[in-house]
């Protein structure tokens, strides 16, 4: 960045082939060696979804989680999306290190933020799941799991209109071994698969978060192909959720995230990428992603 003009090709050589450990560790000796904040001499220099890419990579998970849900509540409306893509995915070691980065960063709780700017069901949800008190053994009680299925039958296929706080308890406060036994044992007394009866008992926001979790507990690198897939897929690309779903998993399992969208979706991530974004800010994408061929193509 010295000097005229800015070096793009070798940030993302740079911040594109390290882990996140080893790029908060460039952050910190920038600012030792320089006495500058390096994502501010980035944000001063690139634009765009480049820079909001690359600002990104140089925040620690829960930096970027805490400032990617303040901006979703800022200013005229709210992006629930982004609200559910975080809060309904995250394990609760996660959720308790965003609420702190959340209350440091910007000055305010994040669940008082979450119940001003949200409200109904969707509140409810993202409030329970900000106490980050789901069980994580690996213990499963069979009856109880039978007892859980019969509570969300009655609650939805069997009543007229639906008891969502009844999903809300169960889907917030079972582990996840727990919630697959549950599901399994859903399927054999309704003879139908939770995600179907969530998709016709239910609508709009809640939906999808209900969903979310759902994804989560099957299979999460099936849930973030979907993502993806959902972030490129129609008119216009939701940016700020392909740059987070990328920066977030790129060193998680983003290997068997590719898999699950080639075989659901019928294209390589590398070619959907490359064909909805472009420039420098397709080129770091692709490397994230370890699809760097495409870049020639």
């Given at each position: 960045?010295?000097?005229?003009?800015?070096?793009?090709?070798?940030?993302?050589?740079?911040?594109?082939?390290?882990?996140?450990?080893?790029?908060l560790d460039i952050v910190k000796t920038y600012k030792t060696m320089f006495g500058k904040d390096l994502?501010?001499?980035?944000?001063?220099?690139?634009?765009?979804?480049?820079?909001?890419?690359?600002?990104?990579?140089?925040?620690?998970?829960?930096?970027?989680?805490?400032?990617?849900?303040?901006?979703?509540?800022?200013?005229?409306?709210?992006?629930?999306?982004?609200?559910?893509?975080?809060?309904?995915?995250?394990?609760?070691?996660?959720?308790?290190?965003?609420?702190?980065?959340?209350?440091?960063?910007?000055?305010?709780?994040?669940?008082?933020?979450?119940?001003?700017?949200?409200?109904?069901?969707?509140?409810?949800?993202?409030?329970?799941?900000?106490?980050?008190?789901?069980?994580?053994?690996?213990?499963?009680?069979?009856?109880?799991?039978?007892?859980?299925?019969k509570a969300l039958s009655e609650a939805g296929e069997k009543k007229f209109g639906t008891d969502e706080?009844?999903?809300?308890?169960?889907?917030?406060?079972?582990?996840?071994?727990?919630?697959?036994?549950?599901?399994?044992?859903?399927?054999?007394?309704?003879?139908?698969?939770?995600?179907?009866?969530?998709?016709?008992?239910?609508?709009?926001?809640?939906?999808?978060?209900?969903?979310?979790?759902?994804?989560?507990?099957?299979?999460?690198?099936?849930?973030?192909?979907?993502?993806?897939?959902?972030?490129?897929h129609g008119l216009g690309t939701n940016d700020d959720s392909l740059i987070r779903t990328v920066v977030?998993?790129?060193?998680?399992?983003?290997?068997?995230?590719?898999?699950?969208?080639?075989?659901?979706?019928?294209?390589?991530?590398?070619?959907?990428?490359?064909?909805?974004?472009?420039?420098?800010?397709?080129?770091?994408?692709?490397?994230?992603?370890?699809?760097?061929?495409?870049?020639?193509?």
């Amino acid at each position: 960045m010295k000097g005229l003009g800015t070096d793009e090709d070798a940030i993302i050589s740079v911040l594109g082939h390290r882990s996140t450990a080893q790029r908060l560790d460039i952050v910190k000796t920038y600012k030792t060696m320089f006495g500058k904040d390096l994502i501010a001499e980035l944000k001063s220099e690139l634009s765009g979804n480049f820079s909001h890419t690359v600002t990104s990579l140089c925040k620690s998970p829960a930096e970027r989680d805490a400032d990617e849900l303040r901006k979703a509540m800022k200013g005229l409306g709210t992006d629930e999306g982004c609200l559910i893509e975080i809060l309904c995915t995250r394990s609760n070691a996660e959720l308790d290190e965003i609420c702190k980065q959340f209350q440091t960063r910007h000055g305010k709780k994040l669940e008082e933020a979450i119940i001003s700017e949200t409200s109904g069901h969707l509140k409810r949800l993202l409030v329970s799941m900000l106490q980050a008190n789901r069980p994580e053994g690996n213990t499963i009680d069979r009856r109880k799991a039978r007892n859980d299925a019969k509570a969300l039958s009655e609650a939805g296929e069997k009543k007229f209109g639906t008891d969502e706080s009844r999903f809300n308890v169960i889907l917030c406060s079972r582990s996840f071994p727990q919630l697959r036994a549950t599901f399994a044992e859903y399927e054999k007394l309704t003879g139908k698969d939770i995600a179907k009866s969530i998709e016709s008992e239910m609508s709009g926001d809640l939906k999808n978060g209900f969903l979310t979790i759902v994804g989560c507990i099957r299979s999460e690198a099936t849930q973030f192909a979907k993502t993806f897939y959902d972030s490129m897929h129609g008119l216009g690309t939701n940016d700020d959720s392909l740059i987070r779903t990328v920066v977030s998993r790129c060193e998680i399992d983003m290997v068997q995230i590719k898999q699950h969208f080639e075989q659901n979706y019928k294209q390589p991530l590398g070619k959907y990428i490359k064909d909805d974004t472009s420039g420098d800010y397709c080129k770091i994408l692709l490397t994230l992603v370890g699809e760097e061929s495409y870049i020639k193509k």
